[in-house]
């Protein structure tokens, strides 16, 4: 059984830096991409990075530019690096993984990120 499990949130200042990880456990070869998302209140959930297992990477449109996306392979961890970060960036961040056979999407519980003076 895959679980995800988030870290690194918390208040940030506006023009601030922040560092997300993601441990995972029970991951298999069948993973496809491994992402961020967020949603902030009121808001749709959106895709914040992506890293495919081939090693491409996507982003959200609203981030490019602000962060980083990599993995960790010895510890089995997904990292997110947020730099700039301004108050649109406030949101619950969420693990995300995505395997084939059988298809399933996995989410974590999410950690809050809050951009405030």
């Known amino acids: 059984q895959v679980q995800l499990v988030e870290s690194g949130g918390g208040l940030v200042q506006p023009g601030g830096s922040l560092r997300l990880s993601c441990a995972a456990s029970?991951?298999?070869?069948?993973?496809?991409?491994m992402s961020w998302y967020r949603q902030a209140p009121g808001k749709q959930r959106e895709l914040v990075a992506g890293l495919f297992a081939d090693g491409r990477k996507t982003f959200g449109g609203s981030v490019k530019g602000r962060v980083s996306i990599s993995a960790d392979n010895a510890k089995n961890t997904l990292d997110l690096q947020m730099t700039n970060l301004n108050s649109e960036d406030t949101a619950v961040y969420y693990c995300?993984?995505?395997?084939?056979?059988?298809?399933?999407?996995?989410w974590g519980q999410g950690t809050q990120v809050t951009v405030s003076s």
């Open positions: 995300h993984l995505f395997t084939i056979r059988p298809v399933i999407n996995y």
């Open positions: 029970g991951t298999s070869n069948n993973t496809v991409v």
